[in-house]
Nanobody
Framework: QVQLVESGGGLVQAGGSLRLSCVATRLTFSNYAMGWFRQAPGKEREFVAALSQSGRTTTYADSVKGRFTISRDNVKNTVFLQMSSLKPEDTANYYC???????????????????????WGQGTQVTVSS
């Protein structure tokens, strides 16, 4: 069965950086659009960043725009989230998600809703201290 495994979380001071990785197995990674979401205690899971199947289109939540960068390596079946200028409000469990392509000519699209995605990882905790 498909597995998404996140890593790279940890404790960092405000202003610091972290790079999250998500390795996908048992799927044809290049056929999937990818996304990162996060969930803080007591809050709903929210969109962070998305990357199209083609790798040419990205979308970011306003709260992380200019600070986070999503990218993919189709050889390594991995999607990354480079996070810089971290703030305490970035503290959350971060999840990667995968969506199989549906239809033709959709490789350039990104997806920002939880229900858009087919598979989810277990999450990696990011804690930013002030």
């Amino acid at each position: 069965q498909v597995q998404l495994v996140e890593s790279g979380g940890g404790l960092v001071q405000a202003g610091g950086s972290l790079r999250l990785s998500c390795v996908a197995t048992r799927l044809t990674f290049s056929n999937y659009a990818m996304g990162w979401f996060r969930q803080a205690p007591g809050k709903e899971r929210e969109f962070v960043a998305a990357l199209s199947q083609s790798g040419r289109t990205t979308t970011y939540a306003d709260s992380v725009k200019g600070r986070f960068t999503i990218s993919r390596d189709n050889v390594k079946n991995t999607v990354f989230l480079q996070m810089s200028s971290l703030k305490p409000e970035d503290t959350a469990n971060y999840y990667c998600a995968a969506r199989i392509l549906r239809g033709v000519n959709v490789g350039r699209y990104t997806y920002t809703r939880n229900e858009d995605y087919d598979y989810w990882g277990q999450g990696t905790q990011v804690t930013v201290s002030s």
